[in-house]
């Protein structure tokens, strides 16, 4: 893999999760809080967020379309399956319940990991604590 | 804790999302999906993207740095102070998001932007799941 590209894309994706202030778990929390729109504790930025990335990303793909590889590999490596299953459902569904406690996701939640607060390192070692329960336990189980 | 709204600057910082998915894409091919980058960095290791991934990883911890450095201003930042919902969350979070297959930048970014009909599910599910969870926790139990 080119380490320059994808160290570009690591600051490019650290410094919008800044700018767009999705960084802030608080922002975040205040967005999923449905039930404060109308009294004035709602933020409505993470639409935007979500809106700019998912423009931005769309028009990429349509251009990458015509690109029969990548800059730097002889293929792309997308994931190609379209099913609908219960990993996907109840893996998204957990994933929302950490998110909706914590207000963290992973990208977040690492890019914060240079602020130097402990809650925050304390979250991502749980993180990976339960990636390596997904991939050493539950996904091994029989 | 009230946060302001900053729809201008929710979509620059989007677009630069979306820029580093694009770059990502263009030059390696892959899904610049954070749950799977972090979890393929823990062993076993079953390519050679491993050096990619943690450049990518390095840029994404540098960033803020670089930012506060330009600026000069402290991001403004409210964690979450109770350890063990902290725990829960992240334990939760990382756990669902490789069951799932992903979280908001591999679905709710790139999978939308793909059209994915998987990652459409998984973003609404994973929604829905967090409003709720917002839902209870702040006006159910937290009153």
Do not use: E
């Not at chain 2, 910082?13 to 091919?29: E, R």
């Amino acid at each position: 893999m080119p380490i320059l590209a994808t160290l570009v894309s690591g600051l490019l994706l650290g410094t919008g999760l800044v700018v767009s202030g999705m960084i802030d778990p608080m922002k975040v929390l205040n967005f999923l809080d449905f039930a404060a729109i109308g009294s004035g504790g709602w933020d409505g930025s993470l639409a935007f967020v979500l809106g700019g990335a998912v423009v931005v990303a769309f028009i990429g793909v349509q251009v990458m379309k015509r690109m029969r590889h990548p800059a730097f590999d002889d293929s792309f490596h997308v994931p190609t399956s379209r099913r609908i299953d219960a990993p996907l459902i109840i893996g998204s569904a957990l994933f929302g319940l950490g998110w909706g406690i914590g207000g963290f996701c992973p990208g977040p939640a690492v890019a914060s990991l240079s602020m130097g607060i402990p809650q925050t390192v304390l979250f991502v070692v749980a993180m990976l604590v339960g990636m390596t329960l997904h991939d050493r336990v539950w996904s091994r189980r029989t | 804790m009230p946060t302001t709204f900053t729809p201008l600057s929710a979509l620059v910082g989007g677009a630069l999302i979306g820029l580093a998915a694009v770059v990502l894409m263009a030059s390696t091919g892959r899904i610049a999906g954070i749950s799977g980058i972090a979890a393929r960095l823990l062993p076993p290791y079953t390519d050679d993207a491993f050096a990619g991934r943690l450049a990518f990883i390095a840029g994404l911890v540098a960033a803020p740095f670089g930012v506060m450095a330009i600026t000069g201003a402290a991001i403004p930042q409210t964690v979450p102070t109770n350890l063990w919902l902290t725990s829960a969350a992240g334990l939760l979070v990382g756990f669902g998001s490789v069951l799932g297959s992903g979280c908001t930048s591999g679905h709710g970014v790139c999978g939308l932007a793909r059209l994915s009909p998987r990652s459409l599910v998984a973003t609404l599910v994973f929604m829905a799941a967090a409003v709720a969870t917002v839902f209870v926790t702040r006006h159910v139990i937290g009153g």
